[in-house]
């Protein structure tokens, strides 16, 4: 008898001990603490290629604010590449020397970007690319709407703007065309108009996406053509700039005018103020990167690429919401 219960002691020793380890490997371990004791957050970096336009300043409120209903698990550093290639690249390599937990990037031009996304891809850090693809795919998630899509709508939206068999003559205002939404913009506008001889683009010129400068551009645009009758520009602020040029000469009631953006304040109310004839949505992607980057960290997987929906906003179709492109 004796024997047979030092015998099941020893087996009641080891079951306790086998659950005991069972339970510290399947439970996950205490989350890293600050010195204050609190649970240390995930760091964000965000790099915004500039914030001289008015698009891109809604994107950061965007991400904030997505943020901030996280705030007790995420902060996101914010920086500002002032419009320069350089000054980005420095700001990737910076987060990576940071250790960030992941990096959001809406980069200024494609190729130069795309190494030291990769670098960081490479030092372990999953990068979301937001508005501005890269050249290849060595990033975690590329979210974005469909740029070559929205230039197709508006080069088929002018074509039934003014029906057959009118000739129109067309103002391009081009926005950066080392940038992947600049190329798509104009490409699908040129394809959706290639097999209408009688829409004819007699003046194109890149404004960077600024008004200041699409206005300039459009000032020579008016001194050396007697007629124009549409202006497509890439950005709204770029539409809103030719259509101050042509108010200042009086001709700005001969001009349809089309934009892409349509943030509420800005292209949505031009169009409800009779400026610009219409405007094509480009959704900032804030609230999706934050959303995107919470899956990430928690080691969700994700899709490659998430492609954000566009509206058309006209006069006809403004208070009832826009109408969704196909």
């Not at 960081?120 to 740029?147: E, Q, S, W």
Request: glycine fraction near 8%; charged fraction near 25%.
């Amino acid at each position: 008898m004796l024997w047979k219960s030092r015998c099941a002691r020893r087996c009641l020793q080891t079951l306790v001990c086998s659950l005991t380890l069972l339970l510290l490997v399947g439970c996950p371990q205490p989350a890293e603490q600050t010195p204050d004791g609190k649970p240390k957050k995930f760091r964000i970096g965000m790099s915004q290629c500039n914030l001289g336009e008015p698009w891109r300043v809604q994107m950061n409120a965007d991400i904030k604010a997505a943020a901030e209903a996280h705030a007790d698990l995420i902060e996101v550093v914010f920086k500002d590449a002032q419009n320069d290639t350089l000054t980005q690249q420095r700001h990737v390599e910076e987060f990576i020397s940071d250790r960030m937990d992941l990096i959001i990037i809406s980069p200024k031009e494609a190729m130069p970007l795309t190494e030291p996304v990769g670098r960081a891809i490479d030092a372990g850090i999953p990068v979301i690319v937001l508005d501005r693809a890269i050249v290849g795919d060595k990033y975690t998630c590329f979210i974005g709407a469909n740029n070559k899509q929205i230039g197709h709508a508006a080069g088929r939206w002018l074509a039934s703007r003014f029906p057959p068999p009118q000739e129109v003559k067309i103002v391009e205002l081009k926005g950066l065309m080392t940038s992947t939404p600049g190329q798509d913009r104009h490409s699908g506008f040129r394809e959706a108009i290639r097999d209408e001889p009688r829409l004819q683009v007699i003046f194109e010129a890149e404004m960077n996406w600024l008004g200041p400068n699409a206005r300039k551009e459009m000032e020579s645009a008016l001194a050396r053509f007697e007629r124009i009758d549409a202006v497509y520009a890439h950005n709204d602020p770029g539409a809103y700039g030719a259509y101050l040029a042509a108010k200042a000469v009086g001709r700005e009631k001969q001009i349809v005018f089309i934009g892409i953006d349509a943030l509420p304040h800005e292209g949505q109310a031009y169009v409800r103020q009779g400026v610009l004839d219409a405007t094509f949505e480009y959704p900032t992607g804030g609230k999706e990167a934050i959303e995107t980057a919470l899956k990430i960290l928690n080691r969700q997987e994700v899709p490659k690429k998430i492609e954000l929906k566009s509206r058309l906003f006209t006069k006809e179709n403004i208070d009832r919401g826009g109408q969704l492109l196909d």
